[in-house]
């Protein structure tokens, strides 16, 4: 049995910071596990020009403790008049790493996203063109579609075009919850990937449901039943380049989670990679591991893999109830768990 697990730093591809206090609160808890993250633009007002990337990336760095290596990768929020020129001068100059496609309202901060997906189809031909990343925030929108079938409806109507129309665009779907997505990756060319969050490979949506409403379980795309759980299990340790690590860390603080009107997202950052690292052992897929968090992203995105190591150790850890932030406090995924493994560093 495998005790202690040494792997290559993993990344984080597909991360909230947020803006202000809880920037520079969560930053570091990050920062400690991750080399690298991709940075979600949904600030209010969100990050759509290169400038507001640069100076946010700034923002992130001054966060960063000291001592630490750790790269914030930017991505641009799409909209309805997104600058195809501004994007690709952003991208040349490595300021952005990927453009992030929010339906308009799908979810937090994303009012300002696209209210129309063939409108911004001249921009994914600039992107396909330079090799920009598209992020894809699956899920559609119309008040007739039920929550839980908006993802694999998004499929439907607008991501099988995307991906015919735009051949060698990258794509990655992000934090995929159902069997329709992972089916889809599978199908498609090596040009289209997936990010798989550790809440949906831990919990199906009784977790959020039953024994009364838990907040703390509620993010979007909201979970599914049982058997979209065990789909993404077997994809993220089938060792298939197509899937790999994303928390979706979304940090809300308590008030704003346990609320008549709760903040969708779930605060993954504190203890991503134990979270992660039990489903593998769960799944006797631990060799499986660094492939997921280390290895499939940089290889996707074209960038190289982490220099240095992290290590694992089997161990009981008791997961706080809550953390404080930004002088007031935040529940973790798993607060109040015990889980099965500690990072050591
Ligand atoms: C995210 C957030 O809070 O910014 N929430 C979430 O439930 N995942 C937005 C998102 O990624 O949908
Ligand atoms: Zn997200």
Redesign the pocket.
Known sequence: MTDILTIRRPDDWHL?FRDGDIMRGVVPYTARQFARAIV?P?LTPPVTTASMAAEYRERILAAVPEGVNFTPLMTCYLTDTTDADDLARGAADGVFTAAKLYPAN????SAHGVSDVSKIYPVFERMEAEGIVLCV?GEVTSADIDVFDREAEFIERHLRDIVASFPKLKVVF??ITTSDAVDFVLESGPNVAATITPQHLHINRNAMLVGGIQPHNY??PVAKRESHRLALRRAAVSGNAKFFLGT?S?P?LRGDKESACG????FGAPYALESYLTVFDEEGAIDKFECFASLHGPAFYGLPVNDDTVVLERAEVEVPQSLPLAGNEIVPWHGGQTIGWRFVG
């Open positions: 909230h979600m949904n799908a979810t937090t901060n925030h992000e934090h993010c979007l979706d979304a809300h903040c969708a997202g779930i």
